[in-house]
Structure formats: C-alpha cells, structure tokens
C-alpha cells in the first residue's frame, strides 16, 4: 500500500526540500469545486475571462496569415528582452487616453500585465518588506506578493477606492511595528474584485502619501478603456512618471491568450526590470507581439474596444437590474462604472465560502470574497463577474443566486447560524480559465 | 546639471530600495559591443538564434488562420495553468526518442523552457542553497541561478561531458564548506557552451550521485533531436521519474519566437510548478500553444527537424573545417555532434573578453567563454554558435577571427602580453536576438 499523506494526497519526497517561498503555494480546496463549476449547466459569474468571442475572428487570421508570410522569420525568432520597439510606439497610443506620457524606451512588453507583477516583485521585495493593497485586492497579485514571502497590509477602500487616510493610517503602523513598506500596490480604475473606481482627488493623495514616504507606487491599470461612458479616468502615472509603475495590457482590449502586457517604469527601475525579464524567459514572445502589433496597425481596434465597452455595460445593467430586482434585503453590491466586477456583500452572518458548494449544486458559481483578503477578511463578500455569460444567463445566474441566499437566510433563522466551512489562508481562486 | 553617477549612468533614485536579489541584475559592458555587432556586415558568430528561415512560412500561415477561424474564441482566451491538454499529450511523442515516458500530468507548459528553469529555481532554492553545474554551464540558467541569490560551484567536464567523480568531489567539499547543495543543472547532450555530449555510462554515474545525495537532476535538453547521426541520446529523465525534473522547449525544432517549452516534473514538484506559474504569468498563452499544437498535428514536423538537422550539420562541417584549415596553433575546440556551438580554447596568454572589441572591428562576434562561468574562469575561451550563419559566412568569419588571433598572438609575443580589459563578475552575454 502507498504512503498516504494526511491530506490524502501522494507523499512527496521533495517535501523538505523545498525553498521557503514555496510555503505560500498551495492549493486550495475550492479549486476542486471550480472544476465542477466549469461545466455548461452553471452560470458561472467566477471568472474573469473576456468575452473574446466578439473580435472579428475571420479578419485576425487573415492579418495573421499575412503577418507570418510578410515576417514570419521575424515573429519566429527569438527577439528582445524588452519587447519589439514597433509596439512598445503602438503602447504609448494606446496609453494616450490615460494621460501617461512616455517614451518607447521606458516600456518593458512582458508576458501578460501579471508578468509584470511578478518581475516588479522580484526587483523591488525582500522577504518580509510590506506592500500595501486595497481591501479587497486583486488575487493575482496577493499570489504574487507572497511568493516572494512580503507581507501584505490592507487599506480600506469604499465607493471611491483607497482611502488616503487609511493608507497613511496603515504606512505609519507599519513603520511602528518597525518594518519596512516599499511599494503601494493600486488597481484605481474599475478595481478587481472591489468594481469601483478611485475619484481624481484621492488618487492626487494616494500620489502626495507615496512622494512623501518614498514608496513606488504600482499601479495596474487593464480595464481602464473599458469604462461605460467611454470615459478613461486619468492614470496615477500621468501626474508623476518618478514614482510609478505602470501596468498595462491587452488581455481586456484585445485578447488574454496572447500573453501580451507591458509595463511602464522610471529608467532605473526599467533597466532592472528587462534584466530580470531576461533571466526570467529570455524575451517575450516576437510572435504574439507581431500579432497585437498587425492588429493595432491595420484593425479598427478602438472601434472593437468600443464594440467590448458596449457588450459589458449591456451585461453589467443586466446583473444590476436583476441584483435589485432578486436579491434578499440586507444584501449590497458595489455599481461599477467600467471593467468586469461588482462585489457583493451578503446580509449579516451569511458566509460566502460555506455557501459556495450549495450554489454549485444549484448551478451558479462566484469567487468567495476570502481569496482577496490575506488575512481571513471577506467571509461575507463574493466577487460577480459579468464579462462572460450573456445577458439571459446572467439574470438566470442572479435568479439562482439569489435563491441559495434565502435558503441560507432561512437556515441561519431556524437554526441561528449557517454552516461555516473552514477557511484556509490565502487563495482559494481558480485560475481565470474557469468561466 | 543632473547628477551623475560614477558609471556615467543617470542617478537612480531607487537605488537603495530594490530587493538584495537584484544585485545580481547588472547590465555587462560588452553587452554596448553586441549591439555593434549586429550591424549586418559583422559575421556573428555569437547568438544561439535557431534558423527559423527554413521553416515553411506558407503553410504555417495557412494553418494558424485555418487554427484561428476553427478555434479563435479559444486561442485568443486564458488558458490553464499547467498548459493546453492536447499539446501536453503531443509533447510525450515529442520526447518519445529520448526514452522519456510520462504521463500528460507531469507536463507543465511554460513561456519557453527559461521559464521552467526559473520556476523550478524558485520552487528549490532559498538564498544560499547550491547548485551545482558544468563548468562551463548555460548563461542563462547561471541568471536565473543568480536571480534567486542561488551559489554556483562549476563541476569539471571534459569531451565526455560532466565527470562524475569531480561532481561526487565538489558536493562533498559543498558538504564540508557547511552548505547545502540544492539540484545538480545539467545539458547532457550537445552542451551549450561546451559543444560535448555526456556518455550514457557518465549519466548513469551522475544519477547514482543524485540518487545517494539526494539531489534533484535538473536536466535541460533542447537540442536532443539535432543530433548530426540522427541518433537521440536517451535521457537521464529516462532512468529515473523521481530524481529529475526534464526541461524540452520547441525553441529549436520548431520555432524560438513563440516561447514555448516544457517541464516533466515527479508529481509534488509538478504541483508546485503549476502554482508558482499562475502567480508568475497565470497561464502560458493559448495562442502560441495551439500554433505549435496545430503544427505538430499537421505538418511533418519530423521532416523539418531533419531539414534542420542537415542545415546545421553543414555549418558544423563549415566551422570545423575553416578551424581546422586556418586557426593557428595552440587553438583548440570541441567537435559538436549535434547542436550549435563549439567551445574554442585559445592559445596559452590570449584573453577572449579583451580580444572582443578587435574581433568586432575585424567584423566577426563570438561570446566570450567568462559568461559561462561563475567563478571568472573562461578567459582563455569563447563559444562559437553555427546555426544562424550560412556555411559560407561562417568561412568568411573564421577566417576573420583567425586573422584577429593571429594578431593577437604577434601583439603577445612582441610586448610580452595581450591588453587585459577588466571582466566584471558575471554575464557579459546579449540577449539571444543578437546574431
């Protein structure tokens, strides 16, 4: 018979060889659960995969096919660690509408925005420095934050996103407890998961914090042109190209499986940051950013991000509508003006974890709002996403939802509580593929 | 005026803010030479860039339009994690020559196999922790070493690849130093630098090691199908699916553009791997993973990898050949069975990184051998790379770098010595764009 492990999983003999940082890798058990949820009889509002559906699919290849005859040995090739210099032009147009001016030089192209992340990390973070995130912050970046072992500090943020007080409340009680904050981590615009976007005055603030304690402020921007009055609010980046790093990406405007994002940084910090890219693979992919770049220099690519912008306010005034509609009195959600998220809080001593299995068996998903806490917050938050199930299954996904809670009303009524699960630390979301 | 740093560089104002591991992120001073050196009238003789020219542009075209109209909406979209199921399953075929049996579980597709290195690194090593590798070893796999605060301790190789009772030495004088070896990294076959292949009695040997020592193996084998017989020397991977994590990449036979590689991985590390891959990129791209999938599954792929093997066989030829009609004596180098380097030692008193500016300005480029070391060994050495040049161009740059050598020496005999440029510790190498 085979060694089991307490957990039930196979024994690994390289358990006692792994690094320290490897701690924060571990799987979470709702992960099981979300492999449930990818099957087509749930609505899932889970994850936050675009609706990639709506590009001209026959028109890509088309371009495509020619971008590989015209230079395939090109996008075939290995190419430079800090991304084609023909695109990283394109960006900067890209950016235009955010206020962030730049030159072609300051932008590293990297795979995927989350790459970014990751490299900022590595280059900025010792084991222990604290960052500083909103509450709720976006999962992918908490991953990221402890993987290279930081400690991370929330800030609260409401309908107008961080609050500068908090924020300077939270750097000097830090600082007391004598370590050392290096870097505020911000998504200001359409946030994930939290669906709210930071007013101009307060990011001003946010800025005048960093300035005066000497932290980098990382700022991660991709939903910022899908806001539904078409508005782009201006970019933290675009008052101070000193503090900054700014993060961008195509998997919301063009499409997620090419990899493709790019960061934004002050020249030193750049450098650093192409070193590591390099160590890390090399050069990102010549081929996917020969694709984004024949796709911005011959597609009508901002009428198509009008064409998303559209097909997302469509979606989210139907989560919002049937939420008002549905949902039990005691239960809130956040109004998002742009991006692909409303946060939902759920009446008093409901638990959003325990209540996931139930909600799976009656086929609608969302993420847990613990996932985008690092210290046991959210019990009674979920994240909903509309980018992906249209319209009709979003209101049937709601109608769903919204019965599981008055069951689990009704449990708490007769029986005084509801059943609560444990809750591990740390992630208990699935990668973005599971819809 | 603004500030000026000592290096003549821009005064970074983060300087005292970045994490100790980005100490080791320093930009070399040859790396100015290189981009000298890719002007077209320089032979180079220094880029490892596979010869993506011969690869049947059209009909890649045809297919990847054909993949994008069939399959667009799941190309263009997140994938998951650990990689596309279909070409995890093409990739146990693909490894099938090199005695690799697995199971599409134990793949975990990465952004290129750089990435893999880099995850396995941070997976593995807490600062301090020692890897050991050939002397010489690949440069970037010494980054990703030194990204993670990793200690290199080289092992002596010889024509027969690592010698094994030189790594039982060095893990017992590691052992001795009060250290903790960590993995053994290892290019067994058509080794980048050296050019040498490992015997098949030596990889048992080394294996016998990892296995008393309780060392991982980890083995990087890109170049296993361009053998110049044909033959496919079988992996350590083969022997033993507990002690090795085996590193493949489509760099080489199919396309380095596209970043697509893989590890095989025992199944607690393959775990392991696929978290720290979602927090480094969330996924690698479902677009260049169903370009290679798609090629795989309709082109001869197998034809093309002989094509390839052919046109580097006759730019091997090429190369040794000219070294051997024009290098002067006491020049030595290994003969590459497969693969695309050849590992030249120059005669007693010349220096390679000091020679390089004057080689560049005779218009040929190598990389010096002091990259390929951690320790500054590698002066009297450099890496001669075949792939990308025609065989003719390869002549023409021999006879060059014979030229240059031959002034070297005279310059040695009449002074006494040849000009020593100082080698900083650590890369001198560009980026693989550099051909």
């Known amino acids: 018979m085979e060694a089991q492990s307490p957990k039930g999983s196979r024994l690994d003999p390289w358990i006692d060889e792994y690094a320290v940082r490897a701690q924060s890798l571990t799987a979470s058990e709702i992960r099981a659960l979300f492999a449930v949820a990818s099957r087509p009889e749930v609505v899932s509002l889970a994850g936050g995969m675009p609706f990639v559906s709506a590009l001209p699919l026959q028109s890509i290849a088309?371009?495509?096919a020619k971008m590989i005859r015209d230079q395939g040995s090109?996008?075939?090739q290995y190419g430079s660690g800090q991304g084609d210099l023909t695109l990283r032009g394109q960006i900067l147009d890209v950016?235009?509408?955010?206020g962030v001016s730049a030159h072609p030089d300051d932008v590293v192209v990297t795979t995927g925005s989350q790459m970014a992340l990751d490299l900022v990390t590595k280059v900025f973070c010792d084991p222990g420095d604290v960052v500083l995130v909103e509450a709720p912050s976006y999962v992918g970046a908490l991953s990221v934050f402890r993987s290279y072992q930081c400690d991370v500090e929330h800030v609260a943020m409401d309908d107008d996103g961080m609050i500068p007080e908090a924020?300077?409340?939270t750097i000097a009680a830090v600082r007391a407890s004598g370590r050392r904050p290096k870097m505020i981590y911000?998504?200001?615009?359409?946030?994930?998961?939290?669906g709210v976007t930071q007013t101009q005055s307060r990011r001003d603030q946010v800025l005048e914090i960093a300035q005066r304690e000497g932290l980098l402020i990382l700022e991660d921007d991709p939903y910022c042109l899908l806001g539904f009055d078409g508005a782009v609010p201006t970019a933290i980046r675009a008052r101070d190209s000193d503090q900054v790093v700014y993060l961008g990406s195509f998997s919301k405007t063009i499409a997620s499986g090419l990899r493709v994002g790019w960061a934004v940084a002050p020249h030193g910090i750049r450098e650093k940051l192409v070193l590591a890219a390099e160590a890390a693979v090399l050069c990102p992919s010549n081929f996917t950013q020969s694709v984004v770049s024949e796709y911005l220099g011959n597609e009508p690519w901002r009428e198509q991000v009008d064409v998303f912008r559209g097909l997302y306010r469509d979606r989210r005034d139907a989560l919002l509508e049937s939420l008002q509609q549905l949902m039990p009195p005691g239960t809130h959600w956040t109004v998002p003006a742009g991006g692909f998220y409303s946060w939902v809080t759920l009446p008093e001593g409901l638990d959003a974890t325990a209540m996931l299995p139930r909600a799976i068996s009656e086929l609608v998903a969302y993420v847990?709002?613990?996932g985008f806490f690092d210290n046991g917050d959210g019990a009674q938050n979920l994240r909903l996403s509309y980018c992906y199930p249209e319209p009709e299954r979003i209101r049937e996904g709601?109608?769903?939802l919204a019965s599981v809670i008055e069951t689990e009303i009704e449990i708490g009524q007769t029986f005084g509580t509801t059943n609560t699960l444990h809750h591990p630390?740390?992630?208990g979301i699935p990668t973005p593929d599971i819809a």
């Open 95 to 98: 950016m235009s509408d955010t």
């Open 167 to 169: 924020l300077a409340e």
């Open 398 to 400: 709601v109608r769903r």
């Open 62 to 64: 088309d371009s495509v």
């Open 425 to 427: 630390h740390g992630s």
């Open 368 to 370: 847990p709002g613990t």
């Open 186 to 194: 911000t998504v200001p615009t359409y946030h994930n998961p939290a």
């Open 74 to 76: 090109y996008a075939l």
